[in-house]
């Protein structure tokens, strides 16, 4: 088993900032490859990044691109999502997501995620 902490969330102005944290416990975190993923209202659970196991290799969705970045700390066991430039169309609960096996990517759907964190709300203001 894996249990997934996040924190970090909040409300924040669009054009604001925010990092959220994912800590990590029970495995041997650099089996895992880590992602974000969210979901807002009415809407389907989505990814928004991942990073490979060693850390590597990242990914992102289109949407996110060149104002989030994704990193991980395997001292701390922990991952890490930085959102720049956030707008309103990011306001959702943010989920952390680990997966052994497969790396995660733009194409993980969340029924390949193998572990959850309790999700964040990230709500951003116009």
């Known amino acids: 088993q894996v249990q997934l902490v996040e924190s970090g969330g909040g409300l924040v102005q669009a054009g604001g900032s925010l990092r959220l944290s994912c800590a990590a416990s029970?495995?041997?975190?650099?089996?895992?490859?880590m992602g974000w993923f969210r979901q807002a209202p009415g809407k389907e659970r989505e990814f928004v990044a991942a990073?490979?196991?060693?850390?590597?290799?990242?990914y992102y969705a289109d949407s996110v691109k060149g104002r989030f970045t994704i990193s991980r700390d395997s001292a701390k066991n922990t991952a890490y999502l930085q959102m720049n430039s956030l707008k309103r169309e990011d306001t959702a609960v943010y989920y952390c997501?680990?997966?052994?096996?497969?790396?995660?990517?733009?194409?993980?759907?969340?029924?390949?995620?193998?572990?959850w964190g309790q999700g964040t709300q990230v709500t951003v203001s116009s």
């Open positions: 997501a680990a997966r052994g096996g497969a790396l995660l990517n733009r194409d993980s759907p969340p029924e390949s995620v193998d572990y």
């Open positions: 990073v490979s196991g060693g850390g590597a290799f990242t």
């Open positions: 029970g495995r041997t975190f650099s089996n895992y490859h």
